[in-house]
Each structure stands twice: as C-alpha cells, then as structure tokens.
C-alpha cells in the first residue's frame, strides 16, 4: 500500500480498495471489525473514546466492585497486525452523505461505506434540565462519578450533625426498575449489608434508606412475570425500598419529588430509567424514528446503499419486535457480525443475506448468590444457579483474557471476604464538571 496521505483532513493511507468507516468501537462496531475481511477492505474505525467498554459490568465499577480497567479495552489492540485497520479517536459531529464524509473536531474524512454504530444515550424523557443533577450510568468516567460521590457524601456524613443533612447525604434514589436499577440497588444493598458499617463504624445504617422508583407496577418489565418477581423478592430481602407505580418529578441535588407529593430527601439520585439512540446530525428527517435510525433486514438505512446502521442506533421492526429490536448487546453483537459478512459477501459476488435476531435469553443479577435468568423457550429460574450462570456468561463476552482473569479473581475475592477493595475517591467527584457534561450530552456536543 502506497503511504499516500491525501484526506481531507483525517490523516489515513490511500488505497484503491473501498474504504468501510465505521463510528463506534462498542459490541456492533467490535464485531465488524473482527469478521470484514480487509483483503476487500480498508477499514477505519472513529470512536470518542480509546478503548471499548462493556457496559454491563458499568454498575459494578460505580458500586466499587471493579476497576474501570477491567470492563474496558484499547480499541487500538484490535487492530494489531492488521495494516488495513485505522483507529482514530475522534467523536463524529456531523455526517454528511451528499459529499460522503464524517465530519469531527479532528477534521473530515472521506467513506465509500459508512457503518452508524454509536449506540446510545441516557433518555432523560424530555426532562433533560429537571434531571441536570442525576447520576447517570452509561460510560466508565459515569461510573466512576458515582463511586467517588457515594463514597465522599459518606465521608461528609462523618462530620454531619445536621440530621435531614446527615439523611440526604446517606439516602440514594435510583431511578427505573430495569435490568440495571435492579443490579445497581442490589449492589448497593450488598455494600450496606457487608462492607460500609466496617469502614464507617460510626455512622447508623439503618439511617441509609435505598429507594428503588419504578413508574410501572413491576420490576424487569422486558422479562418474565416470574423473573419480576424473584427480583421484588431479593430486593426486599435486601431491605431496598420498593416504589412501583411512582414517578419521579424532579431533582435539585438535594431532594428528590414524587407524583405522589412525597419527598425524599438525597444528594445522590441514580439514573437507570433508559437510554435512546444517539443520533448523530446529517442523516433526513424521515430515516430517524424513535431517535433510532430506520434499517431494512440488512442494515442499511433507508434510502441509502452506502451507509448502515447497527446495535442501540439501529431500528429494525419485525413482526416478533413492532417497537424494534431490544437495545441489548447481543442484537448489535449478531447485527455486527451478520453486517461484516455480508459485506464481504457482496465483494464475493454473492448476495447479501437478511439478519435474523436469536434471541439468546435474558437476564439480570440482584446482590450475591441471586440472578433470574429466562431462557428463549420460556423457562425461567433464578436463585444460585442464575446467579453462576449470570457470571459465567459475562465472563464469556467480557472483551480480553486479562480482563477475563481480573474480574473472576475480582469476584472470587469479594465473595469470599464480604469485601469491595475499589472503595476509592481517585478522581473525586466534581459537580461542575459533571453539569457541563450534561450540558453537552443533551446538546449532542458531547
Ligand atoms: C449500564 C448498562 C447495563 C447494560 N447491561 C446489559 C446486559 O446486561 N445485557 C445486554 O445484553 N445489554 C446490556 N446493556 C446494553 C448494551 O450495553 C448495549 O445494547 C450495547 O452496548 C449496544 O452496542 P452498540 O455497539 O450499539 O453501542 P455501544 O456498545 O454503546 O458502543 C457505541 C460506541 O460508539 C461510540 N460513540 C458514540 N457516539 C460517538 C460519536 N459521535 N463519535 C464517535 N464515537 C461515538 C461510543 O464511545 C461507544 O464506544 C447495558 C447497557 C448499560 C448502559
């Protein structure tokens, strides 16, 4: 390949090859990555960030379970060895398909194929400034807020004798009785059970009340009724505060208010209650629904042969899913993959073939020794073995076998010590900063 550089911008090698651009190194763009075939392709691949991040594990690194690096891997490792793959660490800002570029801060580049797999972004439903103050838990710098946040109002509280003070700095509120509010409050039940009362012997803990807020009458909606209940079970047995049917108003760092006219008093309100599609600006009107981008059975967005759109950002109807495929891991994991040979299908002559979503089950954790799993053909269990099984498929998808061994000894550790070595303010929680992130995210600037 001639060392030729002559982008727009973008500094990447010319070849006479069709160059595939993909923006997100997430499951979908990870998985397209490893399966094109780069003898028909030069492939480059733009995220924000350097490395990938395995989003499941987020509420683990918040509850001082993991280290960050654990559930993350530099982008730029899979790529070594591959002369025909470029990573750019750049966030898309603009897509332009009339002159086929992307445009980042970092200058424009020039795709023949360009694959959206930019996922998405907590879904404030609207209230975006109501909720400026809530702690969300989409990416790890998130995670890590809460942790240091948590772990400085307790180092607050040590020093409070103000008592409604001393509750708000104790009390957290999480918002959303989904897979991952339901991990977060078990987590944290956990943390109150076992491992705060021995770091803080002078605070009471029976003062610290977890609320759990769910719009709707029950946990898990997306699983089974069985699955919902085993929840609300391991939850109370964890002495969480259950709220169905209750909506949260609104937030002022302070005090969190209910429809129902309560008001609880925290300085800590997590935010589990949804994510929309990340859109990115440059795409018509009429491709965008649901803020997820409309897709036929092979990925493409309507209306183009050049560009496609996988995972979270991807809306693809079938009879089974109306409202459009889950936002799950494993939809983006076979969209990337099915995506990649296709493309490598159509250099080869052959026709492409349409994506059809296994449905590999679902599941969700509650606290050690817990989990509810449901099965694809309906069988539903929780207890122990859910609990192995919750661990055991991470593990299997957990990005690199470094990350694969630190998380096991992780686990193995802390089930045997009752204990949570991460309990770290390493980057202390700033609000400001935290604002002006907000601030950017709901503008799309960030
Ligand atoms: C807390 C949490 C827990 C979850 N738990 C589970 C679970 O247990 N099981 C499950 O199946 N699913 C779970 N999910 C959902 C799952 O993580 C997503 O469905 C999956 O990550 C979607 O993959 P993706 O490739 O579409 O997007 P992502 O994995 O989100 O990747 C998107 C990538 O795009 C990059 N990006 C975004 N915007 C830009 C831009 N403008 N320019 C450049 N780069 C950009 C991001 O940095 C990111 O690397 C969870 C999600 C969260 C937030």
Redesign the pocket.
Known sequence: MTQDFQEINIQIPRTDKPRVVI????????NIMKAIDTRYYQVVV????N?????????QVATAGLEPGSIAGP?RHFIENNEEVFFRM????RINPERRTVT?PVGELKYDYLII?????TNYFGKDEAFKEALP???IPQALNMRSHILQNFEKAVNTVDSYELRSLLNIVIVGGG??GV?VAGALGELRSHVLPKDYPELNFRQMQIYLVEGLPRLLNGMSDKAGRKATKYLKDFEVNLMLNTIVESYDGKEVRLNNGEIIPTQTLVW?AG?KG?I?PGLPDEVIERDRILVDDFNRVRGSDSIFA?????QLTTEKYPKGL????????Q??ERLAKNLNRAMEGKEMKPFKYTNKG???TVGRNRAVVDMPNGWSFGGFMAWMAWMFI?LLYLIGFRNKLVVLNNWIWNYFTYDRGIRLIIRPFNREEKLKQHEAEISGVK
């Not at 750049?90 to 800002?93: G, L, P």
């Not at 996988?310 to 991807?314: K, M, Q, S, Y």
């Not at 889950?326 to 994991?333: E, Y």
Request: with cysteine; aromatic share 8%; charged share 10%.
């Open positions: 923006i997100g190194g997430g499951f979908a763009g990870l733009l995220d924000r960030h490395y990938h991040t395995f989003q499941p594990l987020l509420y982008l750049a966030k898309v800002t980042t797999a930019c996922g998405s972004r838990l989409k990416q897979p991952t991990e589990a994510v990340n990115i996988v995972g979270d950002i991807a889950p936002m799950l891991a494993p939809v983006a994991i969209q990337g679902y599941m969700a991470h």
